[in-house]
């Protein structure tokens, strides 16, 4: 019997870190694809949700939670022993704001700068060029606090829930930005590909594939 439902997008980056510690937990989840397109699946998810936002778990039970961090964390801690949330309560306050930094700052931004790209619908609060530069701020934070003590992980010494969802978050914006990435932020870079590269997590998301598209980049004086 599956552990629960997923509705989601196909795909969504709040997603990904989901899917893959429920992967590792042992937990089945049943994964239902529920854009506007598919009215069927559509229709069910606002019975969940009334805003239709994913994604949103459906318990076994009867059980709903909506927002994916509520949802990443309630699946990380089906295990009372996972390493995902550090070691210490100090840990798990900056795993925390991680969560917080990528699902409130960093994936709107993205969103702003690719979904134009991708010819999708967008709700963003800025234009495309202030979605940019807001872009190239987060990956300034990302890529100084990776370069502190020379850190293998956002949080402590070990892998946890921050780093794969932050990850997760970040996967289009590679796909896309990769070559200005690359130069720009070697540290992120760094610790990206360490991160999608974890079997729990590539499995889920699959391959890199890197587009070979046009990209809006910064002026010069704001590099």
């Known amino acids: ?24 937990n042992g937990l089945d ?19 969940y949700n009334p805003l239709g936002q994913v994604p949103v778990f459906v318990g076994a039970d009867g059980f709903v939670l909506t927002e994916a ?14 390493p995902l949330l550090g070691t210490s309560r100090l840990d798990h306050l900056q795993v925390l704001k991680w969560l917080s930094f990528a699902n ?26 202030d979605c940019l530069r807001e872009f190239h701020n987060d990956c300034r934070v990302l890529e100084k606090h990776l370069s ?7 949080v402590a010494e070990q892998l946890t829930l921050a780093d794969l969802f932050t990850v997760g978050t970040l996967v289009y914006a590679v796909k896309v930005f990769h070559p200005v990435l690359k130069v720009e932020y070697p540290r992120l870079m760094e610790w990206f ?5 974890e079997p729990m ?11 070979d598209v046009p990209f809006p980049e910064l002026p010069e004086h704001e590099k």
């Open 201 to 211: 997590f590539k499995e889920v998301v699959g391959e890199l594939e890197l587009f």
């Open 148 to 154: 502190t003590d020379n850190k293998k992980y956002l």
């Open 1 to 24: 019997m599956a552990f629960g439902t997923l509705y989601t997008h196909n795909p969504t980056p709040r997603g990904f870190a989901i899917q893959a510690i429920a992967k590792t």
């Open 69 to 82: 961090i509520a949802i990443a964390l309630f699946v990380t801690t089906q295990n009372k022993e996972t």
């Open 29 to 47: 989840l049943d994964i239902v694809y529920a854009e506007k397109e598919n009215k069927e699946n559509y229709e069910k998810l606002l019975e």
């Open 104 to 129: 409130s700052e960093l994936l709107p931004n993205l969103g702003g700068v690719i979904l134009p790209l991708m010819h999708r619908p967008q709700v963003i609060r800025h234009n495309a060029d």
């Open 193 to 197: 590909t360490r991160v999608y590269e």
